[in-house]
Nanobody, 129 residues
Framework: QVQLVESGGGLVQAGDSLRLSCLLS????????MAWFRQAPGKEREFVAA????????RYADSMKGRFTISRDNTKNTMYLQNNSLKPEDTAVYYC??????????????????????WGQGTLVTVSS
């Protein structure tokens, strides 16, 4: 069974940087496309970024482009999200998600939460002004 555990959240000031990590256990990470979503207080969960199983293809929400960078190290079964120039509106719980990629499926990189079967518990990022 796949398990996802996020880490790296915390309280930072506006303009600071933070790196989130997501460890996938129970299976080989390179069998899974992975993504980050976030949910701010009182708002719906939204897509942040996603990365193909091999790391060659990435997708970002328009509002995150240029500030956030998604990456992965399959030798460590870990995905990362580098968050730079953080703003108070980036305050949210950040969730890691994964979905199995069948062999010969190509580099599919979904952005809809419904397309991901596995989720972590989330890590809270709070950005003070």
């Amino acid at each position: 069974q796949v398990q996802l555990v996020e880490s790296g959240g915390g309280l930072v000031q506006a303009g600071d940087s933070l790196r989130l990590s997501c460890l996938l256990s129970g299976r080989r990470a390179d069998d899974y496309v992975m993504a980050w979503f976030r949910q701010a207080p009182g708002k719906e969960r939204e897509f942040v970024a996603a990365i193909s199983w091999g790391g060659e293809v990435t997708r970002y929400a328009d509002s995150m482009k240029g500030r956030f960078t998604i990456s992965r190290d399959n030798t460590k079964n870990t995905m990362y999200l580098q968050n730079n120039s953080l703003k108070p509106e980036d305050t949210a719980v950040y969730y890691c998600a994964a979905d199995f990629v069948p062999p010969f499926s190509g580099t599919v990189v979904p952005t809809e939460s419904a397309q991901y079967d596995y989720w972590g518990q989330g890590t809270l990022v709070t950005v003070s002004s």
